[in-house]
């Protein structure tokens, strides 16, 4: 994975050196050639999903593309707020790496687990993870989109929770091949060490007008962008209403930056007639960048 974007573009290349620098090891040859058990490590995927996507970012700004306003999806928040200006690539990168090894130590394995409910609007997830409560934590973890919503907390709890989802008419349910119950309250216990490495962190006002995914609206002063990003953990990701208020604000275009397309797939479905582009280098993103340029 990334390893073309590595080779094609020197902007792309300073920063996976970059970070291999900042975090002294060769976080991008875990990168390119794995092992997959390694990168599946949060510790790893955090700063590795966050370098892809800063590296795609610098190609775009190559090209004299920018961003009206910029928003991220739970770990994205830290690419959005290094394109907004807000946070150094070099900071943001120890922070994930940080983040990353908070969450993972947070629960031990295998007691929490996270499932996609698709198919069933969001009160009645809710209704669903209220009567499976009796058996432990479990809680709307991300609201991704008028038909999808990932629950999280203690498996147990999931399972039935999952179980309950599909009485109330749940089309399928998915488990997340995930190492933690984040975005529950399961993860309360990271705020507070994140919040102390935060403190050693210089953000900054964005340029660009950020919108925090867990709160769904802007934020602007840089104390409550730190406080944020450590409540962030533990609180539920709005993502279907961050999307519908920049739709309401007169966005139209939505630009995927990073592996995946997954978020594309939710803004489709949430936002009718918008224009979405994922920028993903495996996966038509070059295709993508070309269209972008000839249109903005």
Known sequence: MGRSLYEESADARAVFDEADEVLGFALSEIIFSGPESALNLTYNTQPAILTMSIAILRTLEHEGIQA?????HSLGTYGALVAAGSM???DAVKVVRRRGRLMQDAVEPGLGAMAAIIGLDAGAVSLACERASRLGVVAPANFNGPDQVVISGEREAVENAVQEAKGLGARRAVFLPVSGPFHS????GVEAPLLDFLEGVVISRP?????ADTEARYLQDPLEIRRYLARQVASPV????VLRLLSAEGVEVF??????????GFTKRTIEN?????????KGGKAALEFLREVL
């Open 238 to 241: 709005r993502f279907t209403e």
């Open 185 to 188: 309250s399961l993860m309360a």
């Open 68 to 72: 009206d306003v910029v928003t991220g």
């Open 274 to 282: 918008s224009s979405v582009f994922s920028l993903d280098p495996c």
């Open 88 to 90: 150094d690539f070099s």
């Open 255 to 264: 630009v995927e930056v990073g592996p995946g397309q997954v978020l594309s």
């Open 207 to 211: 340029r660009v007008p950020f919108v």
